[in-house]
């Protein structure tokens, strides 16, 4: 069953962890791109905390010589993803056109299957109805509908900037360009450490990114074929 | 004592007629002994009535309703623990469900003639536990009110459901389970339905009326039943072995470590069977007192299925020790994490007590038939091993989620109190079920007595009275 | 069958004298279909001397399963056709996970059509009267036939010789064979 316009992009993210600092702001900006709920102390205590990206602080060394790496981590946007075959209602699913692991959230009926068989535990749920309180109600995106309660939910590589992008590209008549579709954490990252883009591009970033010696792919031996690639150890290698 | 009296030992002769199908009773007299038994409500049974409606309206009306209108999130579970007691209470009661097939079916495949007296109250045992296991992917649910987009029916949203998850697969199991075990209970009560209607008046009359379906007892209508009992008896064990399976496979098509393993499926089939036999025990002994049974219920009946329990507790214990070796030996290294955690993490008490109710006890007792004729030591032995299968279930489950392949995944799960309220309230509708389907269906099937009676003699071989049967059919 | 026939049902108190009334209704000309014997418990056609009935059930049975294949078929091979969706790297219509749910669909069919060809093999339900049914409970034997209204006092006296427990005589209105 060959579908129209299957393949048309690879999307991938490059994370450069030698470059992260780990300030946070690619959580902020996605959670205000994407309008996930801010759950309150009491909850994330509870193990209820709903990025969809959260930095990993991970040390290494001995006390006293120890040293910080962060790692960002979210939906790894799996080519083979174990999320998909396990939902019941197909809320989850592989974007033939993107390459990307869709999420419908209203065709969600809250088995949570998907989230126990994710080896990155990158799902969230909605727990709870969300709120949006005063002002945080006024900065809601409309692109991206809000869940309710009983809705798995994750990392999507900001789909609805992806349209966006290809919709401008086809109102100028040209074709996409790389830099074109910037998901929220990259574009805020400081640093410069997230970059994201299309591997069936030849030009793209990157695509040349992708044959750095440094990269690994997150439990890669999995066989799930993740769309995240992580660039690490720049102290010993020539990145 | 003397030398002599030890050295002179008689044999021990029983009397055959201990035994329910060599102690015959006229039929009128059995069939009010059924009745009478179904009619008779002490003050007591009003009071346990009365308490279990009270604890299905706050657990299942009360703390399930306050969970769907507030959100998942009043459950103990939260990330990674995505599953926890409800998923625990649907393994364990589709384990139940597996009392009543295996008793009535498998034993009537192999004509195991002890299985007379007690097929109807096993089979009663699976419906209902199905009922309550069907109840949990539903409160499970974090949107309950959307649950029939699980179903497959043409829809106006012209999407079906996705037959690759084992979810699917489960619930369409399970549907077709219940809809199998009910109607073979109902077939061979059918006759004993007809037989109530003849000696009961006024609202019971009129409902055994209808349920009899107008039974009259000819030659095409017991050729057609027996025929009927017999291709539902072939048909039902593959569907419960396949019922089971599937819930194992819901775990053993995942990734996680700790779930996905080849030898779950019949791992589960044999706990299933293991706990709904041990429940049928509990049950039937409940009911031999409560309903003054003990014409019907025998010291041989408990004899036999405790035999039935023992080989299961060892087949429990070989399939328990291959999982457990393969993972310890060579599996991965949260696998050896997971081992860990139940040998000295804080769910460490609660694995031995698995291990002793499940192992020891069974394995240590019930090869002394004095113990298995024993009320009160069956009652024991068949709870415990139901707390440990619950165990077994629960550490499963919610041990598997808490560690995974990134450490700083990990987490844990502790049951909150609506979770507590809607599992002793998914228990009480069970009870409640039960108890209330005992005064209305004849528990005994009277027919299936009388016949295997019918086949039974004693015969006079030199000094001994043999007990014989004879093949009717 | 005419007007001129009645229903009679002669009530023993055990299995033994039973095949015997049987052949001595068959000698007095009674068709083999027009008797029956019913009972509270079952009597297999060798104890009760009785010509083996070809049984239709078994048939049904598989007929049902077959249906339920076709469905279990259908849900697995032609609804990822009408809409078509990947998942996991997985085929579209992946065989090993397609025979699970054949199978059960499959037991369906078989266990519901089981049921169903009960129900209407034995004409159930049927609430119309019934004849002698609290004598059959409590553990008599009777055997129905049907005979001419002319034959009628003249097998009546063959049968008490044979230890009739009790006879009825049920009219034509009645008739619920």
Redesign the interface.
């Known amino acids: 069953m060959e579908q129209i316009g299957q393949d048309e992009h690879r999307w991938i993210m490059v994370i450069d962890l030698d470059r992260c600092t780990g300030c946070q702001a690619c959580v902020v900006a996605c959670h205000a791109e994407n309008n996930v709920p801010i759950v309150g102390d009491e909850e994330v205590r509870n193990g209820r905390a709903m990025h969809w990206l959260h930095i990993e602080r991970i040390w290494i060394g001995e006390y006293p010589n120890v040293r910080a790496k962060f790692m960002p981590l979210m939906c790894q946007q799996c080519q083979k993803a174990p999320c998909e075959p396990v939902c019941p209602v197909f809320a989850t699913y592989h974007n033939a056109v993107e390459n990307v692991n869709a999420q419908i959230y209203n065709r969600c009926i809250g088995t949570r299957y998907c989230a126990n068989n994710c080896p990155y535990i990158a799902r969230t749920f909605n727990w709870f109805d969300p709120e949006f309180p005063e002002p945080l109600n006024e900065q809601l995106n409309p692109d991206v509908s809000v869940r309710r309660r009983g809705i798995m939910e994750k990392c999507t590589f900001c789909i609805q900037r992806i349209r966006r992008g290809r919709e401008n590209a086809a109102a100028e008549d040209r074709e996409l360009r790389d830099g074109d579709v910037q998901p929220a954490c990259a574009q805020s990252c400081p640093a410069g450490a997230i970059k994201f883009g299309d591997l069936n591009n030849p030009e793209s970033e990157v695509s040349r990114l992708v044959h750095s010696p440094r990269g690994i792919r997150l439990l890669e031996e999995l066989g799930t074929e993740p769309s995240v690639i992580y660039l690490s150890g720049g102290e010993a290698h020539v990145g | 004592m003397s030398v002599k009296a030890i050295s002179v030992v008689w044999p021990e002769t029983e009397d055959p007629r201990e035994k329910l199908l060599f102690d015959p009773r006229p039929t009128r007299e059995m069939n009010n002994m059924v009745l009478d038994a179904m009619t008779t409500t002490s003050w007591r049974y009003w009071l346990v009535i009365a308490v279990l409606v009270v604890l299905v309206l706050i657990g299942i009306f009360g703390a399930w309703g306050y969970q769907i209108l507030q959100g998942m999130g009043v459950a103990g579970i939260r990330r990674p623990v995505y599953w926890g007691v409800y998923i625990t209470n649907f393994v364990f009661w589709i384990g139940i469900s597996h009392s009543g097939t295996f008793v009535s079916a498998i034993l009537r495949v192999f004509k195991a003639e002890f299985r007379r007296p007690f097929t109807r109250a096993a089979e009663l045992m699976t419906s209902f536990a199905l009922v309550v296991a069907g109840m949990y992917p539903l409160i499970h649910l974090g949107r309950t009110w959307r649950f029939y987009w699980m179903v497959p029916y043409p829809n106006q949203r012209q999407l079906w459901p996705n037959f690759h998850s084992p979810l699917e697969w489960d619930m369409l199991a399970i549907f077709t389970y219940l809809i199998g075990s009910t109607l073979y209970l109902y077939l061979p009560l059918i006759p004993d339905l007809a037989m109530a209607r003849d000696y009961s008046t006024g609202w019971r009359g009129n409902l055994y009326r209808i349920m009899a379906l107008g039974w009259r007892g000819t030659e095409a209508e017991w050729h057609h039943l027996k025929t009927a009992i017999t291709i539902f008896a072939f048909a039902i064990i593959p569907v419960m072995f396949s019922v089971h399976t599937i819930v194992a496979w819901d775990f053993g098509m995942t990734m996680t470590v700790g779930w996905h393993s080849s030898i779950f499926g019949p791992y589960f089939v044999v706990g299933a069977i293991f706990s709904g036999v041990s429940a049928v025990v509990t049950v039937l002994l409940i009911l031999r007192k409560a309903m003054r049974l003990d014409y019907f219920l025998r010291a041989e009946h408990f004899d036999a299925l405790g035999k039935i329990i023992l080989v299961f507790s060892a087949a429990w214990t070989y399939f328990f020790f291959a999982d457990y070796l393969t993972e310890w030996y060579g599996g991965e290294a949260v696998g050896k994490e997971l081992l860990t955690l139940q040998a000295r993490g804080p769910v460490a008490p609660l694995w031995y007590l698995m291990l002793i109710f499940n192992v020891a006890i069974p394995l240590l007792t019930l090869w002394n038939k004095r113990i298995r004729t024993s009320v009160r030591g069956m009652l024991l032995i068949t709870l415990g091993i139901n707390v440990g299968m619950y165990i077994e279930r629960y550490i499963i489950v919610t041990g598997a989620l808490s560690r995974n392949r990134l450490p700083f995944n990990w987490g844990a799960y502790n049951p909150t109190l609506i979770e507590i309220l809607i599992s002793i309230g998914s228990l009480s509708t069970f009870v409640l079920l039960y108890a209330l389907a005992s005064r209305v269906l004849p528990l005994i099937p009277v027919w299936e007595v009388q016949e295997g009676q019918l086949s039974h003699r004693l015969r006079r071989i030199g000094r001994q009275l043999a007990p014989s049967v004879s093949e009717l059919d | 069958m005419d007007d001129k026939t009645v229903t009679l049902v002669a009530f023993f108190v055990e299995i033994a004298p039973v095949p015997n009334t049987l052949d001595l209704l068959r000698q007095e000309g009674i068709d083999e279909t027009d008797m029956?014997?019913?009972?509270?418990?079952?009597?297999?056609?060798s104890?009760?001397g009785?010509p083996m009935?070809w049984?239709r059930?078994?048939i049904i049975?598989l007929s049902g399963a077959f249906v339920g294949l076709l469905i279990g078929l259908f849900?697995?091979v032609g609804?990822?056709?009408?809409?078509?969706?990947?998942?996991?790297?997985?085929p579209?219509i992946?065989i090993p996970?397609?025979l699970?749910?054949t199978?059960?669909?499959t037991?369906?069919g078989?266990?519901?059509s089981?049921?169903l060809?009960?129900?209407w093999?034995?004409?159930?339900?049927?609430?119309?009267p019934?004849?002698g049914?609290?004598r059959?409970?409590?553990?008599q034997i009777g055997v129905?036939f049907e005979c001419a209204v002319d034959e009628k006092d003249r097998i009546v006296a063959v049968l008490e010789k044979q230890g009739v427990h009790d006879l009825e005589i049920i009219n034509r209105e009645e008739r619920?064979l």
């Open positions: 029956t014997v019913i009972s509270n418990m079952p009597y297999s056609s104890i009760l009785r009935v049984e059930l078994p049975s849900l697995n609804t990822p056709l009408l809409y078509p969706i990947r998942v996991g790297g997985q579209l992946p996970p397609s699970v749910l199978f059960e669909l037991m369906m078989l266990i519901v089981t049921f060809g009960v129900l093999e034995s004409a159930f339900p049927s609430h119309g019934r004849i049914n609290p059959i409970s409590n553990g129905l619920t």
